[in-house]
Antibody, heavy 115, light 112 residues
Framework: QLVESGEFVVQPGGSLRLSCAAS????????MHWVRQAPGKGLEWVGL????????YYADSVKGRFTLSRDNSKNSLYLQMNSLRTEDTALYYCARGDSFSIDHWGQGTLVTVSS | DVVMTQSPLSLPVTLGQPASISCRSSQSLVRFDGNTYLNWFQQRPGQSPRRLIYRVSNRDSGVPDRFSGSGSGTDFTLQISRVEAEDVGVYYCMQGTYWPLTFGGGTKVEIK
């Protein structure tokens, strides 16, 4: 099970950290992903982080602004989001998988960037 | 980045009839390890996505056998042999051969 934290409203230029709590599986066996979905739109992959946290990789749209991290001792995944823009408004999904795919998704957490 | 193009955008289907969704990639999805990392996801209304198919044609556990995936190189297809009411939703292909991973724009399946 993957459970993302809350629902957020933040101003443009602001920062936010999303959390995802994993349970029911061996967390450090898996690469973890974030995927987002703007209201009424399709899926956009945000980034992934390797099982040991040493290899994060980002979509160009968030590179330099977002940072993925994980704490395997807490079975938790994080997404630090800085310099937020209105176009970052979306439902953010935490997801489990490997370097090539996603096999399980959380329920999503809504982030609204608005003044 | 690899561009994934799905068609059609919308697919009205009669219950019990077959449905087919196409997905094309801007470059071959065959990785140097010989595998092709093409996935299909279903997103029912109001729900999170769910993976149906991985590596072109492998069905996930619990996925009905009316769903099948095929294709190679740059052209891939998801087929539903007999559409049921629970199949309504948006279907996405996603390539995992290259980083960044990229999704198709989605195909909305609805009942006529």
């Amino acid at each position: 099970q993957l459970v993302e934290s809350g629902e957020f409203v933040v101003q443009p230029g602001g920062s936010l950290r999303l959390s995802c709590a994993a349970s029911g599986f061996t967390f450090d066996d898996y690469t973890m992903h974030w995927v987002r979905q703007a209201p009424g739109k399709g899926l956009e992959w945000v980034g992934l982080i390797s099982w040991d946290g040493t290899t994060p990789y980002y979509a160009d749209s968030v590179k330099g602004r977002f940072t993925l991290s994980r704490d395997n001792s807490k079975n938790s995944l994080y997404l630090q989001m800085n310099s937020l823009r209105t176009e970052d408004t979306a439902l953010y999904y935490c997801a489990r998988g490997d370097s090539f795919s996603i096999d399980h998704w959380g329920q999503g957490t809504l982030v609204t960037v608005s003044s | 980045d690899v561009v994934m193009t799905q068609s059609p955008l919308s697919l009205p289907v009669t219950l019990g009839q077959p449905a087919s969704i196409s997905c094309r990639s801007s470059q071959s999805l065959v990785r140097f390890d010989g595998n092709t990392y093409l996935n299909w996801f279903q997103q029912r209304p109001g729900q999170s996505p769910r993976r149906l198919i991985y590596r072109v044609s492998n069905r996930d556990s619990g996925v009905p056998d009316r769903f099948s995936g095929s294709g190679s190189g740059t052209d891939f297809t998801l087929q539903i042999s007999r559409v049921e009411a629970e199949d309504v939703g948006v279907y996405y292909c996603m390539q995992g051969t290259y980083w960044p991973l990229t999704f198709g724009g989605g195909t909305k399946v609805e009942i006529k």
